[in-house]
């Protein structure tokens, strides 16, 4: 009764977390199907329903029913968006993979676009809403501050970190690991593997139901988050190093600390400044720990697998010779 | 009944040093098991070599009864008990219960029945007898704990609980992690209810405890702090705790410093000098592990899954839009 399922993976995927989205959903899936179809590339959407306490999960689930390119992923209770984005790369099976936010204020118009800068080689192209329509205190203001944070930690400077409308080469974002609050970051993530962006302007449309469900309370905690991950990604391959290296500056207190305790002994009756060649000896004491605390970091890395040589593949391109 | 017949449902009782006699104990049990109308099995773990109540198992599995019974060589503790119990359990239903009487047989049903609407239903022991001060103990303890998990439980000290296969399939416990199956089965999504069951005559305590429980009662709440909040996190622990000490340390000895340079007052011969740069110290090391920490779960990440999928929901084959009333072939992974 029904056309056999295509066995070829579609080349797009649209992945959409949706958090009591119901009023929305419908919308949602009619504007992307009306705004992908005349690509004419072959695609899938992935909706990924949050938790939602609403009838998001029923009303998605009928549009699957007459719809075989959506798939939906059911989450048992609420993570958050970024184990939803998280789950919805994991099942999608593009070779594109492009992020939208549910609420319809990304426009799936854009997405033609988006794929274009994919083809013209860049590995991630992100949207930047130029005239967002949110409120300017609340949201607009602390976003840019943050943007500017990120772009100066990263030094990727994207100038809308926050634009949940992104298209990925799904070969590199699935190997990008998203845990905690990373969703707004992903790029900035992702510049662990050194990938051409681009970014480009995209419609944003100010929200037709419901409320904002994502505050700015985070924001603090997303960046946090962000200059571990920084800074972990710039020192994972080399902890050694890396702890030897903060150890040095200690190391040369210690030393000089200890000089000058003991120095008095060297003059006649003088005595041992005890509090002073102590402390010397703290800090060479830590020096040496920290430099252990390297070697017990090196272990961890040949132990994991986020290898640098596995995210070098991620984005490398080789020319030569052979056919 | 045929012994290797698949069974619906599979009583856990891992037994350790405090067991009451196992044959009136398995005839409690085994009575209040029955009215849940369900075919069942037992198993019981042995925690370490215990003579008494391996002969009395021994002999209950030569009367017929459906028991399968492990023996650990040595002691584990009950959560290595409760999950060598269920690798041989075969019921889709498990329901753990404790090797002494804490609870009345006939309330097994209970718990049993709560499993409709719930994934895990731990028991908790109401009305409850006990002196002034172990109530004031108790309240304390799962206040605390409501603190720290923003979870209402009452009696995690209760060992009866019923639960679905799944539960024990996705976590595994270790240590003493039994007693917040609740709290991890909730952080992995499952849905956990609360039931009040009947506390039976024998586990009635009218004394007081000795400083020991306050104590491992206050290390348990640091476990569960730890396990929810900061196992995915570490940078966010120490980092805060190294970043304070190390503040202090070198607050102090800027103070120490200014006051050498500013007003010449010696800084050779005081102690304080030392506990300053022990707080320096101390504060990096702190955030140094942290950063050890986090390079452990990054090395890790992909690994480690900070989601749980109920189901993905694909219909393959499209349905023709004219006969949309008719149901079309259904493809739902369960996963």
Redesign the interface.
């Known amino acids: 009764?029904?056309?056999?399922?295509t066995v070829t993976p579609p080349r797009l995927s649209i992945i959409v977390p949706l958090y009591n989205e119901g009023e929305s959903v419908r919308a949602l899936h009619a504007a992307i199907v009306s705004a992908v179809d005349p690509i004419g590339v072959s695609y899938e959407m992935v909706f990924v329903d949050d938790g939602s306490r609403d009838n998001t999960l029923e009303i998605?689930?009928e549009l699957?029913?007459?719809?075989?390119r959506?798939?939906?992923?059911?989450?048992?209770?609420n993570?958050g968006q970024?184990?939803?984005m998280?789950?919805g790369i994991e099942?999608a099976s593009g070779d594109v993979l492009v992020t939208m936010d549910g609420d319809l204020q990304n426009d799936p118009a854009d997405i033609g676009n988006l794929l274009e800068k994919l083809d013209e080689g860049y590995d991630i192209c992100v949207g930047w809403r130029f005239n967002r329509q949110d409120k300017l205190v609340s949201r607009k203001i602390p976003s840019r501050i943050a943007n500017w944070i990120i772009g100066k930690v990263t030094g990727v400077p994207i100038k809308d970190n926050g634009c949940s409308l992104k298209a990925f080469r799904a070969s590199l974002i699935k190997q990008i690991?998203l845990?905690?609050e990373m969703h707004r970051f992903i790029p900035a993530m992702a510049s662990i593997a050194g990938p051409r962006i681009a970014e480009i302007k995209v419609r944003h449309h100010a929200r037709q139901f419901g409320q904002s469900k994502y505050g700015l309370s985070r924001i603090y905690k997303v960046l946090?988050?962000l200059m571990?991950?920084k800074?972990?990604?710039s020192f994972?391959a080399r902890?050694l190093l890396w702890?030897t290296l903060?150890s040095l500056p200690?190391g040369i207190v210690g030393i000089i600390?200890l000089v000058?305790?003991l120095w008095p002994l060297t003059m006649a009756n003088g005595s041992l400044?005890?509090?002073?060649a102590?402390?010397g000896v703290?800090?060479l004491?830590?020096a040496f720990?920290?430099f252990c605390?390297g070697a017990?970091?090196e272990l961890?890395?040949r132990?994991?697998?986020?290898r640098e040589q596995e995210f070098a593949k991620l984005t490398r391109r080789i020319w030569n010779n052979v056919r | 009944m045929h012994p290797n017949s698949p069974v619906e449902l599979s009583v856990i009782v891992p037994v350790g040093s405090r067991h009451s006699d196992m044959s009136t104990l398995y005839a409690e049990y085994k009575r209040g098991v029955i009215e849940c109308g369900v075919s069942f099995e037992f198993v019981f773990v042995l925690d370490g070599p215990l003579p008494v109540p391996t002969t009395q198992l021994k002999q209950l599995i030569a009367d017929g009864e459906r028991i399968t019974f492990v023996a650990l060589t040595r002691t584990y503790g009950e959560a290595t008990a409760i999950m060598s119990g269920f690798e041989n359990a075969s019921g889709g239903l498990i329901v753990t219960l404790p090797a002494y009487f804490q609870i009345e047989g006939s309330e097994i049903r209970k718990l049993v029945e709560g499993l409709s609407a719930a994934d895990l239903v731990v028991g908790r022991r109401w009305p409850r007898v006990g002196g002034v001060l172990e109530r004031l103990r108790r309240r304390a303890f799962h206040g605390l704990l409501s603190q720290v998990t923003r979870l209402e439980f009452h009696d995690l000290g209760c060992n009866a609980r019923a639960m679905k296969r799944k539960v024990l399939e996705e976590i595994s416990l270790y240590g003493d992690q039994h007693r917040f199956l609740a709290v991890l089965a909730d952080r992995q999504g499952f849905k956990v209810t609360e039931t009040d069951v009947r506390q039976s005559e024998q586990d009635r305590f009218r004394g007081t405890y000795g400083p020991s429980t306050y104590a491992r009662g206050f290390l348990d709440i640091f476990t569960v702090f730890f396990l929810v909040r900061f196992t995915k996190k570490p940078l966010r622990f120490f980092g805060m705790i190294g970043i304070t000490t190390f503040l202090i340390g070198a607050l102090g000895m800027a103070y120490l410093v200014i006051e050498r340079l500013g007003f010449g007052r010696s800084l050779g011969d005081r102690p304080a000098l030392l506990l300053m740069s022990l707080l320096i110290v101390l504060g990096l090391q702190l955030f140094a592990l942290g950063l050890l920490g986090e390079l452990i779960i990054f090395t890790h990440a992909r690994q480690i899954k900070d989601y749980q999928v109920d189901e993905v929901v694909h219909f393959s084959g499209r349905v023709p839009t004219e006969s949309l009333d008719r149901t079309s072939t259904s493809n739902i992974t369960v996963g």
């Open positions: 009764m029904s056309s056999p399922a998605a689930t699957a029913r007459i719809d075989d959506l798939r939906i992923v059911k989450f048992r209770r993570y970024t184990p939803a998280a789950a099942h690991p845990y905690s946090l988050d571990v991950i800074t972990i990604a994972t902890p702890f903060l200690l600390l000058a305790g400044l005890m509090p002073v102590g402390s703290i800090f004491m830590f720990i920290l605390s017990l970091g961890v890395y132990l994991g697998d986020m």
